[in-house]
């Protein structure tokens, strides 16, 4: 066989390949009095590409033969086409079946749910939402990379399985080798030092602890990697495993994580918007109508910082009826930071300084001993896209708002450490990686945004 193209690469050239091959999947065939018309997609951009077999082609039998859903590989001649709406097609001199699919095959031309797509995991990457959905995420993770590499952050990898818990919520996955039929009991508690790591040891929620103590030593650091949470919520917003991004700058105050979330986001939208024209377009088109305006809105945006407290006044100032009663002291809801985002500010905002009782125990304590150096990006369309801190430094505070908190010190021994020897201010956020794909596509479900969902009740695939 001779070296293959992509089909994308095939749409996009300027002149006819007298010598052209490619291979893919057979998206849908119709037959005329003289043609067979097929559509062949690898995945590589969301349009098609024509291949157009004569009746007296040599492999017209073959190309009656096919149905959609087999892969196959063709080679000849890319030339004009003469039909409207597509600038080329490809007349085959060769046709290999590599798999043949029948009339089982459950992806048909028309429009399947994304609840019934959910279901065959397996096949629904050859759609074109999530043929889309993979490109974008592609590309995302491509901007993460490119913008921290840019910027002089060392890439770290933190541990998966932990023995602490970042959120101090409880929330996690044990991980075990014990065998739970029968399980070693001391004084009526597992006896944990007889397991695999001779602790109680789960899935990680967060990098974050790992990632400060690396920050400590490197300066600028950021993770990528999968978290877990074992939070039995059936929601559109909520996965059991996902992506996060997390960067952390040592000797860096609350101020220099706002202006780097900003930085971030821009980058990343600009690079998506430059780089997904095809697939933005069909977003914008048939899942969420304004969503490139609205990105294109945030990347032109200077985005405004307001405390919490300027925050809440706002919102009790509304005449808007909210479901969830505004007062000081309360998390915010989506409701109420769509509202800041779409209705008053219209554009982005970063709001800053978080009562410390809503607020994760890392966070740094504010003078008056009831806010924290908390802020959270909230965006048109969305809400909450990004959380971060100033982390606290102090030992002293540090250990008394664990014990606030009814977090065991003992448990978080070489997280205190770094705040003994060499302490240093510092700060850094995190951005879901799966709630961005989602916010950048317009997709209704997060389940949608990533090829093998693990919810409540589902870990198939």
Not at 165 to 170: I, S, T, V, Y
Request: hydrophobic share 40%; glycine share 6%; net charge negative.
């Amino acid at each position: 066989m001779m070296k293959r193209i992509r089909i994308a690469e095939c749409l996009q050239s300027e002149v006819p390949i007298n010598e052209c091959s490619i291979a893919g999947w057979v998206r849908t065939k119709r037959e005329s009095k003289e043609n067979i018309f097929i559509e062949i997609n690898d995945g590589s951009c969301l349009a098609n590409l024509q291949v157009v077999v004569g009746v007296g082609d040599s492999y017209f039998e073959t190309a009656q033969r096919l149905h959609t859903g087999a892969s196959v590989y063709i080679h000849g001649s890319l030339v004009a086409s003469p039909a409207q709406g597509q600038k080329w097609e490809l007349k085959p001199v060769v046709i290999t079946v590599f798999g043949d699919a029948d009339q089982s095959y459950p992806l048909q031309k028309k429009r399947h749910s994304f609840e019934f797509l959910r279901e065959i995991a397996h096949l629904r990457p050859r759609t074109n939402t999530m043929g889309a959905i993979m490109r974008i995420r592609n590309q995302v993770s491509y901007a993460i990379h490119t913008f921290f590499q840019h910027k002089g952050f060392l890439y770290v990898h933190t541990p998966i399985i932990t023995t602490s818990d970042c959120e101090g919520a409880g929330e996690m996955f044990q991980v075990t080798t014990l065998d739970l039929r029968n399980l070693p009991v001391v004084n009526g508690s597992i006896d944990y030092t007889q397991d695999f790591f001779g602790a109680k040891a789960a899935l990680t929620v967060s990098g974050q602890l790992e990632g400060e103590l690396l920050a400590m030593a490197s300066g600028y650091i950021y993770t990528f990697g999968p978290t877990f949470r074992a939070e039995n919520s059936n929601t559109t917003r909520h996965l059991s495993e996902f992506w996060m991004v997390e960067p952390e700058m040592a000797f860096a105050t609350l101020q220099d994580d706002c202006s780097l979330a900003e930085e971030f986001l821009r980058f990343v939208f600009t690079w998506v918007l430059e780089k997904c024209k095809e697939d933005m377009q069909f977003f914008d088109e048939r899942i969420k109508p304004g969503i490139i305006k609205n990105l294109e809105l945030i990347v032109s945006s200077s985005f405004e910082i307001v405390t919490y407290t300027e925050a809440i006044e706002k919102l009790k100032q509304s005449r808007d009826s909210f479901e969830f009663p505004v007062h000081w002291g309360m998390d915010l809801q989506t409701e109420h930071e769509r509202w800041l985002t779409e209705k008053y500010f219209k554009k982005p905002i970063i709001v800053i300084h978080y009562p410390k009782a809503i607020k994760a125990f890392y966070m740094k304590l504010n003078d008056d001993n009831n806010t924290v150096r908390a802020m959270d990006v909230l965006v048109p369309g969305v809400g909450e896209i990004i959380g971060g801190s100033e982390r606290e430094d102090r030992y002293d505070v540090l250990i008394a708002r664990m014990k606030e908190m009814e977090l065991n010190p003992d448990d978080y021994w070489w997280y205190l450490d770094i705040r003994k020897f060499g302490s240093a201010p510092h700060a850094g956020f995190g951005l879901g990686f799966e709630r961005a794909i989602q916010f950048i596509t317009g997709m209704q479900n997060i389940r949608d945004v990533i090829p093998f969902p693990r919810t409540p009740g589902n870990a198939r695939f």
